[in-house]
T-cell receptor, first 117, second 113 residues
Framework: GAVVSQHPSRVICKSGTSVKIECRSL??????MFWYRQFPKQSLMLMAT?????????EQGVEKDKFLINHASLTLSTLTVTSAHPEDSSFYIC?????????????FGSGTRLTVV | QKEVEQDPGPLSVPEGAIVSLNCTYS??????FMWYRQYSRKGPELLMY????GNKEDGRFTAQVDKSSKYISLFIRDSQPSDSATYLC?????????????FGKGTLLTVNP
């Protein structure tokens, strides 16, 4: 089956520094990847849609200069949290789409827990 | 009104019970419906994937979609302690790879041995 690898699984960083999270599709090519943010006991909130070779599309209210997304190849997308602050602490999850039957399947990475101190 | 409504629970059942999880939605444009299972601090795992109305069965899991009522369900038969997780419903308007998912808040399920 489709596998998406996300690294790191946990990261602690100091306030003001930047953190990069990687999302890789291991056994399929993903033209589209999605980045989500999840707060405790809350659902996944879509941050941005990332298409290979083009600029990401950000959801309303998400700062594109703070959350930099790069989708340089069909198997890799990265999310960089720039100048991180404690309020950026959250669980970040990526997903990649692949063909399933009549539509698209969405496979998720295992998530990255970011703690900004 | 949110696009997708899901009772967050928590729901606690004894082992072997039949579990019923539900979501309602307001946007009739949704065509694809999914159920994901998410263990604590992990990414969601796809359980069921359904296109349009109807039933779909996979082992102990059955997904139902009633587009006329804008209501979807997931049934778990012979529930096991390993089924304890958060269950998220999700749906999309199209089947192409760039259609985004809209999620419910998730229902926390605990199956007690």
């Amino acid at each position: 089956g489709a596998v998406v690898s996300q690294h790191p699984s946990r990261v602690i960083c100091k306030s003001g520094t930047s953190v990069k999270i990687e999302c890789r599709s291991l056994d399929f090519q993903a033209t589209t990847m999605f980045w989500y943010r999840q707060f405790p006991k809350q659902s996944l909130m879509l941050m941005a849609t990332s298409n290979e070779g083009s600029k990401a599309t950000y959801e309303q209210g998400v700062e594109k200069d703070k959350f930099l997304i790069n989708h340089a190849s069909l198997t890799l997308s990265t999310l960089t949290v720039t100048s991180a602050h404690p309020e950026d602490s959250s669980f970040y999850i990526c997903s990649a789409t692949h063909v399933v039957g009549q539509g698209a399947g969405y496979t998720f990475g295992s998530g990255t827990r970011l703690t900004v101190v | 009104q949110k696009e997708v409504e899901q009772d967050p629970g928590p729901l606690s059942v004894p082992e072997g019970a039949i579990v019923s999880l539900n979501c309602t939605y307001s946007n009739s444009a949704f065509q694809y419906f999914m159920w994901y299972r998410q263990y604590s601090r992990k990414g969601p795992e796809l359980l069921m994937y359904t296109y349009s109305s109807g039933n779909k069965e996979d082992g102990r899991f059955t997904a139902q979609v009633d587009k006329s009522s804008k209501y979807i369900s997931l049934f778990i038969r012979d529930s096991q302690p390993s089924d304890s997780a958060t269950y998220l419903c999700a749906m999309s308007k199209g089947g192409g790879s760039n259609y985004k998912l809209t999620f419910g808040k998730g229902t926390l399920l605990t199956v007690n041995p």
